[in-house]
């Protein structure tokens, strides 16, 4: 298996998600090493959150199976059931299925890094927790829609 050259994996910073919800993701970035390898049946992305920063809005996906491990810093898992501090080699998984959202937030003063590895359906559907917020992901292209399948058009 080839080694991965990590300097040359673009970092991707930013968010799929409209607005307002596209700015809450400040300080995210992710360096995508299943693409960068090449892999096409999951998906292996390592997430840097600077202080202050979230990986997400707090989701559960339909169709992919997630895992996490912690590589650096410290994070909180945010899930139904409250928050989990997670330290570097503390891992969590996410069924497909299963609709406890979930999200890490750093609210430390340093940098935090956590491996995620996921399914990738050929068709995705994700629903945000706390905000009226769906999105169907296939062949590539996100579509967001409020709970009730209408286009998403802004908070309401």
């Known amino acids: 298996m080839p080694k991965i050259d990590?300097?040359?994996v673009?970092?991707?910073t930013g968010s799929i998600y409209p607005e307002p919800y596209a700015a809450q993701m400040a300080g995210r970035s992710s360096l995508r090493l299943g693409d960068a390898g090449g892999l096409t049946q999951f998906g292996?992305?390592?997430v840097i959150l600077a202080p202050?920063?979230?990986s997400s809005l707090r989701h559960w996906h339909r169709h992919?199976?997630?895992f996490v491990m912690v590589t650096e810093g410290e994070?909180?898992?945010v899930q139904d059931e409250?928050?989990?501090l997670m330290r570097p080699g503390d891992c969590a998984a996410f069924p497909a299925g299963d609709p406890n959202g979930h999200q890490f937030l750093n609210r430390t003063d340093r940098e935090a890094r956590f491996l995620v590895v996921g399914t990738r359906a050929p068709r995705e559907v994700a629903t945000y927790s706390d905000v009226?917020?769906?999105v169907e992901v296939e062949a590539g292209k996100a579509r967001f829609t409020y709970r009730d399948g209408t286009p998403f058009a802004g908070p309401r």
Do not use: F, H, Y
């Open 64 to 66: 992919e199976d997630e």
């Open 6 to 8: 990590m300097d040359a």
């Open 52 to 54: 202050g920063a979230r």
């Open 132 to 134: 009226d917020l769906v």
């Open 10 to 12: 673009p970092l991707r």
């Open 75 to 77: 994070l909180i898992l």
């Open 44 to 46: 292996a992305n390592l």
């Open 82 to 84: 409250g928050e989990t």
